[in-house]
């Protein structure tokens, strides 16, 4: 990224700026304003996120560059979190909503706003715009939702076809010890210590929560715009990358939404694009820009002239877990779903992937999978751009019914939302399939393009899913991730399916054996063919940004993915390490440090074995003020409950040394739910 140090606008900051609410409390926020001489539109990111440490940086890069060229930019922390007052107990609740909104109409009101308000954000921030959009505040103009979802169950951390995910346990770890966090002395003053004590007692167990709604009901309803898209009238750009958890929101969003809206998927993994990583990186602030001026101020950009959906087409590549850039180019399609896709067909055989129009042959294949199978799945989402990809699928599969196509005669391009429609019983009331496609190089080696999940209870929906009948045939369909992917010449398709996905899945109650009857199943491939107009597609420019923040490094981070066997005891352990290091900010003489291991382990094919657990440990620091919490969530479970287990320590520097100031323990059973 390219640092531009003068921008058109000189820019008023305010780091310690306060948003009243109704009920008397105070929203948190940092605004940078442009002086222009005249009142300019403002952009609002609203997330939990720390603006004073935890997004600093990345706020600094973005909003002063957004700033610099006539907006006024404010990053709001939720209440509860960062310096904002009260206690943040669940995402999205209506008291975030409805804050959202006070905050829109406060900024209206000052002096220096036009009036017209953006909306933004990544992950949180880009759900809570769709969801704010959708209650249609008349300052809202319009929105970006950058690796965001319209749907909190189906497509989002927790859930996957019905299939609890383990990044639910993941995601809900980080919020634990976010909220287990204070604000900073230097912005609340003595404050400092009721208003931790009061998250340290209120924000709760979250994961308890989402642990007891395991199917679709009105907890998940809730903020999921996918129920009444047109409740959203409002411009919206929708981003994310096929290394995201969030791209197939993407799709829906451009199929459903009635207003004027534009989408864009890169092979980028939960970042902002012109931080992309896999890259190529792009000129995202300057796309952000043609939207706003286009939005906010009457500004023809053209932007609304060019395809309604940009996506970046993968070339193949050899698997591993971290890719620094996947080469590919840039295709697009005026409409979604597009006119130049159509459905490639290939029928299953003993072991075989048939060619398209190959007559299909009877015949049961049967199978039940080790726990095993998983181990190099990656992430469900790649939150840290890696090590966390899918390694070579060969070392999966060997647990898996594998149909695998003939060399392809010729090079096969695809864009959409592959799905394998199944003909299956199984011999226990509760089971799941995991799909996976992968592109087979000529050397063997085996590349993970996409997958999918199905909970078998839930087949026909997961309003109300129903046990599977022991035995009893059922015709599936199995949706995999939207992709986009270049299968060259000579490469084959291989469908690998299995009854197990651990720990990218939580495990069904019992082993399951699956029986899949070939005649009546087939794998479904959205081909768009290349298309000239691609090659006149306006190039994006390279990133740019405004200066960071001054850090000092103090420890160095480290982040590994290792998989571990325990040959005696037949123990197959994940440990998953982000060691954030500890570094400084300068400006503000704040020392930072974060630390999390997952784990994840079972031994041999005891399905009531598996264990989940994520331990973080977080502290602040300036001079003699220290601060330091440690959370630790365990998850396991039986035929018929999961056990969930939680401590939260938190310790403070005093004269003599460091205490433990708060300790609280949690022990949950919740009953399981056809899952």
Not at 66 to 86: K, P, T
Not at 208 to 215: M, N, S, T
């Amino acid at each position: 990224m390219r640092i531009v140090e003068k921008l058109p606008y000189t820019i008023r900051e305010e780091a310690n700026a306060w948003i009243p609410m109704p009920d008397g409390t105070q929203l948190a926020a940092r605004i940078w304003r442009a002086q222009t001489g005249t009142p300019v539109p403002a952009i609002v990111e609203y997330i939990p996120y720390r603006k004073r440490f935890g997004t600093a940086v990345r706020d600094e890069i973005m909003h002063r560059f957004l700033a610099g060229h006539g907006y006024a930019c404010v990053r709001v922390d939720l209440r509860g979190s960062g310096e904002s007052g009260g206690v943040l107990e669940d995402e999205y609740l209506e008291q975030e909503l409805e804050d959202g909104c006070t905050v829109l109409r406060w900024l209206a009101a000052q002096p220096w706003c036009s009036g017209r308000i953006g909306m933004m954000g990544k992950s949180w921030g880009g759900f809570n715009s769709l969801q704010i959009a959708a209650l249609q505040p008349p300052e809202l103009a319009a929105v970006v939702a950058v690796c965001a979802s319209d749907d909190r169950y189906a497509d989002d951390v927790h859930h996957m076809g019905g299939c609890l995910l383990g990044d639910n346990i993941s995601w809900a770890s980080v919020m634990f010890a976010y909220n287990s966090m204070p604000p900073d002395p230097a912005l609340v003053g003595d404050d400092w210590r009721p208003m931790w004590f009061e998250r340290l007692r209120g924000s709760g167990l979250w994961l308890e929560q989402w642990l007891r709604h395991q199917r679709r009901d009105a907890y998940w309803r809730h903020a999921s715009v996918c129920n009444d898209y047109g409740a959203i009238r409002c411009p919206v750009y929708a981003v994310s990358g096929w290394a995201d958890g969030y791209s197939n929101a993407v799709l829906r969003l451009m199929e459903k939404l009635p207003g004027p809206r534009k989408g864009l998927i890169g092979p980028w993994s939960h970042k902002y694009p012109h931080e992309g990583i896999p890259g190529p990186a792009i000129g995202f602030l300057q796309e952000l820009l043609r939207w706003w001026d286009h939005w906010l101020k009457d500004e023809q950009t053209g932007i609304m002239d060019e395809p309604m959906l940009r996506v970046w087409m993968q070339d193949s590549v050899p698997p591993t877990t971290f890719y620094n850039e996947r080469p590919g180019r840039w295709v697009a399609e005026s409409t979604w779903p597009g006119p130049n896709v159509r459905a490639r067909r290939y029928g299953l055989s003993r072991n075989r992937l048939l060619s398209p129009g190959e007559p299909p042959t009877a015949g049961v294949h049967s199978l039940r999978s080790p726990l095993t199978v998983g181990l190099f799945a990656g992430k469900w989402c790649s939150y840290a751009a890696g090590p966390d990809l899918a390694h070579d699928q060969r070392q999966e599969d060997g647990g898996a019914l594998v149909f695998q196509g003939d060399p392809l005669p010729a090079r096969l391009e695809i864009l959409g939302t592959p799905y394998v429609e199944l003909d299956i019983s199984v011999d226990r009331p509760v089971a799941m399939i995991a799909a996976r496609l992968s592109d087979v190089a000529e050397d063997d080696k085996a590349t993970r393009v996409t997958f999918g999940l199905l909970n078998l209870t839930h087949r026909d929906g997961s309003d109300q899913p129903q046990a599977m009948v022991p035995g009893k045939r059922y015709r599936v369909i199995v949706r995999m991730n939207g992709i986009a992917h270049v299968f060259p010449p000579g490469h084959r398709l291989r469908l690998s399916l299995s009854t197990s996905y651990w720990p990218m899945a939580w495990v069904p109650p019992e082993p399951v054996r699956l029986e899949v009857y070939t005649a009546g199943s087939t794998l479904v491939l959205p081909e768009r063919p290349p298309q000239s107009a691609d090659a006149g597609l306006r190039p994006f420019e390279a990133p740019l940004g405004a200066p960071a923040p001054r850090c000092t490094r103090l420890e160095v981070p480290h982040d590994t993915w290792q998989v571990h066997r325990d040959l005696a005891r037949d123990e197959s352990t994940l440990e998953v390490v982000n060691d954030r290091g500890r570094f400084r900010l300068d400006d503000i003489d704040l020392e930072v440090q974060a630390l999390s291991v997952e784990r994840y382990t079972s031994v041999a094919d005891d399905f009531n074995s598996v264990r989940a657990e994520v331990r973080w440990e977080r502290s602040l620091a300036r001079g003699p003020w220290r601060v330091r919490t440690v959370t630790r969530t365990v998850l396991t479970s039986t035929p018929t409950m999961f056990h969930l287990h939680a401590n939260l320590d938190a310790y403070q520097q005093f004269a003599e040394g460091e205490r433990r100031v708060y300790c609280r323990d949690w022990d949950v059973d919740i009953p399981r739910d056809l899952v």
